[in-house]
């Protein structure tokens, strides 16, 4: 399973803390972390998932992966910059936004054209994103999605 966790590359130190855990958690659930790879809201992710032996894979902006940030299994460098969030929806089965701005909110709208459930954290408040509080939320309604599929 592929979750991809998407958001700004600057972050509040409260939303950084709340990637962190949904990272942690992911990793914990046997799932493959999938970012941009980047710092903010995707270095926080990484760092979690790795603080609890998870795998992160990380499609980059650039044409090598030098810009990744530590915390970073696998780079995909792509040289599409913003064009490369299409990739990031594509790679996963759900996504979940935590804050993030209008670089976010296309990855939202191509996880819609994708048919992807998002949800969504101290992020963008439109329809079809199901808004949830904490990490531990996000990955409850993952499994009941995940369950429903079965």
Avoid: H
């Amino acid at each position: 399973m592929n979750i991809s966790v998407i958001g700004g590359s600057k972050c509040s130190k409260k939303d950084y803390k709340i990637a962190q855990e949904l990272g942690r958690l992911i990793a914990r659930e046997g799932w493959t972390l999938i970012c941009g790879g980047r710092t903010g809201i995707m270095e926080a992710a990484c760092k979690g998932a790795k603080s609890a032996g998870g795998t992160t894979v990380a499609i980059l902006p650039t044409k090598d992966g030098r810009d990744a940030n530590p915390y970073v299994d696998v780079k995909i460098p792509t040289g599409l910059g913003y064009a490369r969030n299409i990739l990031v929806v594509r790679a996963s089965d759900i996504i979940v936004a935590v804050s993030g701005k209008y670089g976010t909110l296309s990855e939202i709208a191509f996880a819609f054209n994708e048919d992807r459930c998002v949800i969504g954290i101290n992020t963008w408040k439109i329809k079809g994103v199901v808004q949830v509080k904490t990490p531990i939320q996000a990955i409850s309604y993952i499994k009941r999605i995940l369950k429903k599929r079965r």
